[in-house]
């Protein structure tokens, strides 16, 4: 993708604070497309018989499928944080090193 | 025992895959992120000696471009935390106020609708909680929002959804030091959303059990999820430095991990106002986090100069470093005990989970209690 041409700083605005507010509305667009797959996903297994209405609104889990999605949410969260986590990391490893 | 109340918000399936997120994501920050900051705490720390230690440990850190982000990336799960109760809150507001319309209600709320609360707590919403304890809706959804956010805040490790670890605690002190005590009006001072008080009730099922908190939504919402569980509790809305009730009402005055939520002035004030509001020879009992500031470790010394920045809790230091034995001596209290008191789910009578050391985080609690003597 080209950069844009003449995308002035907005006044009192960091770029750090500008490309991280680009980045969640990037993400912010992606949630909304796997929102909308979902929900055509639900929508097509009502309508073809395979599940009732309420199916997903009154799901209860057992203690398998719990530890599945826990596992699924901490890699997700993991992943989605390394950025801050290599960030900490880093600065560790510098200041180790200044001090050694 | 229930391991839940009927007034409690009942999320439906994508708040409840919210509420695992944060409560995910603060783990995550826990397990992964603070041990890293620790580490680099640890590599600044300019020694023992240095007068200004944590304050030195706490401007280098701030120094590092990653733990700016750390710290945002903490405080975004807080701010982010508060936002979806709130909107699950807000969807089922009105369920909420029928399920707390009581017709024949054990216990009763009393509010002063010209309460104004401490300044401590008009300067910031404590933990980042829009609002604050003191935010009056009209109705129960700030008590709400404070009992659903609180348990996933204690990560289920206080009691779960009853959130009632620490009351519980409480009570089992009672036990431990004065097995057959047998008081017939029991008050909790800052009872917040009454998540502390149900214990005692069950503990002292023949004794009228107070509670006194600043906000009125808190406090309706409190007696309600009290009348959920079957608990007789008068609430009534107040200041625990000005508590509004006469000389000698009590037989027992506590409170649970309220003094890091006040401020300096008020730890004394409210443990002179127990005594005035004790009977002789009533018991006096305040609970708090099981560390002490002396003896916790560089890094959570620097944790609380975070706290009291970036989540409102001004009063942490102080309320751990307090010297709570003379505070009370000086009160006028006798046979004063401090030390730890083993998590409990349950008041056994001669328990002996009271002592010197502490176990750990959601393991002991902290607990400061005495006598007013029977004479002056």
């Known amino acids: 993708m080209s950069s844009n041409k003449r995308r002035l700083p907005i006044k009192g605005m960091s770029e750090n604070d500008d490309t991280l507010l680009q980045v969640i509305v990037a993400v912010t667009a992606q949630l909304a497309v796997a929102r909308e797959r979902v929900d055509t996903l639900e929508t097509l297994l009502v309508r073809h018989g395979v599940l009732p209405a309420d199916a997903v609104e009154t799901f209860t889990g057992t203690d398998e499928d719990a530890q599945r999605r826990d596992t699924l949410r901490s890699t997700l969260v993991a992943k989605v944080m390394e950025p801050i986590s290599n960030g900490m990391q880093a600065d560790l490893e510098r200041l180790e090193n200044d001090h050694a | 025992m229930p391991d839940r109340h009927a007034m409690l918000p009942v999320a439906n399936h994508d708040e409840m895959a919210e509420q695992f997120f944060i409560r995910d994501l603060k783990m995550h920050i826990g397990r992964k992120l603070d041990p890293l900051a620790e580490k680099m705490a640890a590599v600044l720390d300019p020694g023992e000696r240095n007068n200004a230690r944590v304050e030195t440990v706490y401007n280098e850190l701030q120094e590092q471009p990653s733990f700016g982000r750390f710290l945002s990336t903490w405080r975004a799960s807080q701010d982010v935390l508060w936002s979806l109760i709130g909107h699950s809150v807000d969807r089922q507001r009105g369920d909420l106020e029928e399920r707390a319309a009581i017709k024949q209600p054990l216990g009763s709320v009393t509010l002063d609708p010209d309460f104004v609360q401490p300044s401590y707590l008009e300067d910031g919403d404590v933990h980042l ?9 009209g109705g129960v959804g700030q008590g709400a929002v404070m009992d659903n956010g609180g348990a996933i805040y204690m990560l289920g490790m206080n009691g779960g959804f009853l959130n009632d670890g620490r009351g519980w605690t409480l009570a089992s002190h009672l036990k431990a030091r004065w097995p057959d005590f047998a008081p017939d009006k029991i008050l909790e001072m800052g009872c917040g959303i009454g998540a502390s008080i149900v214990p005692l009730v069950e503990t002292y099922p023949e004794a009228e059990v107070h509670g006194i908190d600043v906000g009125a939504s808190v406090l309706r919402y409190a007696h309600a999820r009290a009348e959920s569980l079957d608990a007789a509790v008068h609430f009534k809305q107040g200041d625990a430095e000005r508590a509004p009730y006469p000389d000698e009402s009590f037989d027992c005055v506590f409170s649970c991990a309220l003094f890091h939520e006040t401020s300096p002035e008020a730890i004394s004030n409210i443990i002179k106002e127990s005594m005035r509001l004790l009977r002789p020879g009533g018991v006096v009992a305040h609970l708090e986090v099981p560390q002490r500031y002396e003896e916790v470790s560089l890094w959570n010394q620097v944790r609380g ?70 004479t002056a």
């Not at chain 2, 829009?130 to 009056?136: A, V």
């Not at chain 2, 046979?335 to 750990?360: C, H, L, M």
């Open chain 2, 305 to 374: 100069e975070v706290e009291r920045e970036y989540n409102n809790e001004p009063n942490w230091k102080t309320a751990i470093s307090a010297d709570y034995h003379s505070l009370l001596e000086m009160a006028g209290f006798e046979d004063i005990a401090t030390g730890y008191q083993d998590a409990a789910r349950e008041a056994v009578p001669g328990n002996d989970g009271f002592g010197g050391e502490s176990k750990g985080v959601f393991r002991s609690w902290f607990v400061a209690s005495g006598i007013k003597p029977k």
């Open chain 2, 129 to 137: 909680m829009p609002g604050g304890y003191g935010l009056d809706d």
